[in-house]
């Protein structure tokens, strides 16, 4: 499938993604649409077991594309808008396959709120994280002001998105922003060394795994345990947790057939 604003490779199985919308690829409808053209791709394919996602050249992703808004005329027109980047990051959030962020430069904005829609995050020591909105006299759209208090609490969000203030990615690490800082040159290289990590599981526990978590961070702790119970129980009659617990009973490698 072709792409003009990102591209899809292949490494082993993993998808990764990269952003390629000089200078800054900035989010635009197009690209947004691309992303979820990518994502179903990625889905379709058995093969692929995580994903990342990262920049090309000097920025992860500098923000929205600011020059579109001037052609938004209505509140309607812009809530439509918000919406539609709004359902592409959920979609990302509920994604049955790992979703890695790759930082580098800067996650701006509409940057931020992608990074943040991913399940895992890693950085530059130096990378400029924020949502600046409030420069613009607008705010969030993309579900910032909702995930970014959801891991980093609510004054440190508050304090980001009215200051405008980004944080680097050394403070993004401590907040429990990012997972881990990288340096450049190693950045690329750590996130698919993790991603190899994760494809060696059972793409059905991964799967589960990650629709456990989110399941309980929207409907709370209760919730949360009744779906973890229910995904227990329909994982554990799987073929590969049968050769997960024979593996380690053998005292070898379970070979797993996500089945």
Do not use: W
């Not at 808008?81 to 930082?103: D, H, S, T, W």
């Amino acid at each position: 499938m072709a792409y003009q604003y990102l591209s899809l490779s292949r490494q082993d199985r993993v998808a990764v993604v990269t952003l390629n919308r000089p200078p800054a690829n900035a989010l635009s409808p197009e690209l947004l649409q691309e992303l979820d053209r990518v994502l179903t791709e990625i889905e379709q394919d058995s093969s692929l077991k995580v994903v990342v996602v990262h920049g090309e050249g000097r920025f992860f992703a500098a923000g929205a594309d600011i020059k579109g808004f001037t052609a938004i005329s209505s509140a309607e027109e812009a809530e439509r808008l918000a919406r539609e980047g709004q359902q592409i990051f959920n979609r990302m959030e509920a994604f049955p396959k790992p979703v890695i962020a790759v930082i580098h430069g800067a996650a701006l904005g509409g940057g931020l709120e992608l990074a943040l829609a991913c399940h895992i995050r890693l950085a530059t020591p130096d990378a400029k994280l924020g949502l600046p909105e409030l420069n613009l006299g607008i705010i969030p759209g993309f579900a910032g002001t909702q995930r970014l208090p959801r891991i980093v609490g609510k004054g440190k969000s508050l304090e980001m998105i009215l200051t405008s203030q980004p944080v680097s990615g050394e403070e993004a690490e401590t907040l429990g922003l990012v997972n881990k800082c990288v340096s450049q040159d190693d950045l690329l290289n750590e996130a698919l060394g993790l991603a190899k990590q994760i494809a060696e599981k059972s793409a059905v526990s991964v799967a589960y795994s990650l629709e456990a978590v989110n399941y309980g961070e929207q409907h709370g702790l209760t919730e949360g345990q009744q779906k973890e119970a229910e995904l227990f129980g329909r994982v554990f009659t799987t073929e590969d947790a049968k050769e997960g617990v024979q593996a380690f009973l053998e005292k070898r490698k379970p070979v797993f057939k996500d089945r």
